[in-house]
């Protein structure tokens, strides 16, 4: 294990990325205050010169060197694992910081004991007047699991106009940027590996809440986030996650009656997406949908012991039906 030397580890995650290094590690190198903070990069066996280049220009950032590429998930808590810090904060290659980034998140967490988790304001790179699609102002969850944020519901992205700069409890806080506790997060047992990619940091932050810890959103950090580095917006792949995944954490972090109930719902809910997607001639979406629910018949059978609480029942926000919403009454903003 890795001696303990500040109170956060600040982990990013490389595969292959020399570019995004090269573009947002700067801001991060030049922004995170080094008496509180360790940088560390975590290379997942890249084939290009990502570690040369890191040798050869941050020579004060530690290096954890993998033989092989774990993905995601596993690349995290196998990094975590060996990392004795008590604060982590998960960080993709493709963020740009600001300065004091880091202060309000490590400072809210000093002071309230009860919240294992924070995020950032996230804000768009590429248009920084608007909020960043995967996690704005704090993300929500819906009464049949559907997930939103505060400044982005489904594909409406609102304007940061400093409507949404309070600090407030959330129900699961964005993988781009994710402050936790390191003793948490071992708690609870990482990131999912089973779901490779997309919802992993929601399923996370579910299992955070059932283990009675809260999170929070704390707007006085700013972050950019370019998105998209890795998936498409419109990819088959980034469908079939997205539906099996959403499935699935329902399925595992549910009251098993109460996710019968909700599941059969969700399953007529994704079949009129599967016509949109038909009607729309999306025939590569149409495949991944049917898809996502085979395999997810199949993967659930990997998760037992499933919770006695229905945090969708008592969680704020989650009393709301979003498709409804969003698509009949035509409401777009949070």
């Avoid at 898809?291 to 709301?320: C, G, M, V």
């Amino acid at each position: 294990m890795m001696e303990r030397l500040k109170k956060v580890a600040v982990i990013i995650l490389n595969w292959n990325g020399r570019k995004l290094l090269e573009e947002f590690l700067p801001s991060v190198y030049q922004f995170t205050t080094s008496e509180i903070a360790d940088i560390i990069v975590v290379d997942n066996g890249s084939t290009d010169d990502s570690v040369s280049f890191l040798l050869q220009n941050y020579s004060n950032i530690q290096l954890l060197l993998f033989s092989e590429n774990y993905g995601f998930a596993e690349g995290y808590n196998r990094a975590i694992s060996q990392l004795d810090y008590e604060y982590v904060v998960l960080l993709n290659s493709d963020v740009e910081a600001t300065p004091y980034w880091l202060e309000p998140l490590l400072s809210y967490c000093e002071k309230h004991p009860e919240v294992s988790a924070c995020q950032p304001k996230l804000l768009s790179y590429r248009d920084k007047d608007y909020f960043e699609y995967a996690g704005a102002s704090g993300g929500f969850i819906d009464r049949y699991g559907y997930t939103f944020c505060r400044g982005r519901i489904f594909d409406t992205v609102e304007k940061d106009s400093h409507q949404y700069d309070n600090i407030t409890d959330i129900f699961w806080a964005t993988g781009a940027c994710l402050f936790i506790r390191r003793k948490d997060y071992l708690d609870v047992g990482g990131l999912d590996t089973h779901f490779f990619a997309h919802m992993e940091e929601i399923d996370l932050c579910w299992r955070i809440h059932l283990l009675g810890k809260n999170i929070v959103v704390v707007p006085q950090s700013i972050m950019y986030h370019l998105g998209g580095a890795t998936l498409d917006v419109s990819n088959p792949k980034k469908t079939y996650l997205n539906f099996r995944n959403n499935l699935l954490m329902l399925y595992k972090n549910l009251p098993l009656r109460d996710g019968r109930c909700l599941l059969f719902i969700r399953r007529l809910l994704d079949t009129i997406a599967m016509i949109k997607f038909l009607l729309g001639g999306h025939w590569a979406d149409v495949n991944a949908v049917w898809l996502a629910h085979r395999d997810y018949r199949r993967d659930k059978k990997k998760y037992r012991n499933q919770p006695s609480i229905n945090l969708l029942k008592i969680f704020p926000e989650a009393h709301r039906n979003i498709v409804v919403d969003y698509f009949l009454r035509r409401k777009k903003y949070f």
